[in-house]
């Protein structure tokens, strides 16, 4: 375990791996099959050794955060209502975020304080395509520009006001855009998981409200990669969906299902080249240093250090 002077602790993964022991793994193996993303491998072991601890970390901080709301009832002298403790998930494209949102959600679930946990991706506050091709911005979605931001942090506002009911829109992916009057309904959770590319970033300097999205998390976590890494893994998973998602009649990227090794390889080098690489270093890649935990992946999906922000 290493300091300096950093505004981090580090922990090796073994180091890590040594506080499993504070808490119960409820989970199986068909759990994880289940729970995992295609391209993002994860083994009982690996969740044993990482997100065990890490949840049990999770539930510390949670539980605090009760009391603190009771220990402010009090001095108030009035009741003040607790709200959904909300964690915010970053990181690249094909870095593993809805596997690690999930699998939190699975072991955060089973703690007898908090039954109750949802998860939002954010690709539900993208843009419809049609709008994205009117702004002429189709070709950057996934940038901060392609998110209704202010829908979004209205989204976040009501939760955290403690509203019995608030909606989400709902996106395909087979289709590439969001699904017309459907909704996910998010009622008072324990626990609202939020996961997506850009849900660390500041606010824009000629941002009217300087309000983020970040400035309603009690707990964020960033999962890091070297960008060789993820550029593998992304190619793997593009060239893996073309006999899954792409095959689908009704897929946006149906034009790809039946290209040769080589082609998908090129493309999704092309694709990963235009549009992900640089948006994760203009914008994903500089707000790591926001967040409370940060998971740094090896070239196997394994977690190989972790760094949690000094209180």
Known sequence: MAD???????FSHDEWAELAQNAPLPLTQADLDRLSSLGDPIDLQEA???????????????????????????FFRRDVERTPWIVGIAGSVAVGKSTAARLLRQLLSRWPHTPNVDLVPTDGFLYPNAVLHERGIMGRKGF??????????????????GEEEVTVPVYDHVSYDIVPGEKIV?????????????????????????????????????????????????VS?????????????????????????????ATARQIWSSINLPN???????????????????????IERIQLRKI
């Open 144 to 161: 901060p520009e392609s998110y209704d931001r202010r829908a979004l942090i209205d989204f976040l506002h009501r939760v955290k006001s």
């Open 186 to 234: 998010i009622r008072k959770p324990d626990i609202l998981i939020v996961e997506g590319l850009n849900v660390l970033q500041p606010a824009h300097p000629k941002s009217r409200s300087q309000l983020t999205v970040s400035d309603y998390f009690d707990f964020s976590i960033y999962l890091d990669a070297a960008e060789s890494h993820l550029v593998d893994w992304y």
């Open 237 to 265: 998973r593009f060239r893996s969906l073309r006999s899954t998602a792409f095959s689908d009649e009704r897929s946006y990227f149906r034009s790809y299902a039946n290209l040769s090794d080589e082609e998908a390889t």
């Open 4 to 10: 300096g002077s950093s505004a981090f602790v580090t």
């Open 280 to 302: 994760l270093r203009e914008n994903i890649a500089p707000t790591r240093s926001r967040a409370k935990v940060i998971l740094t992946k090896g070239a196997d999906h394994l």
């Open 48 to 74: 044993d050794a990482v997100y065990r601890p890490l949840s049990a970390l999770m539930q510390t901080y949670a539980k605090h955060t009760s009391g603190l709301y009771r220990e402010t009832s009090a």
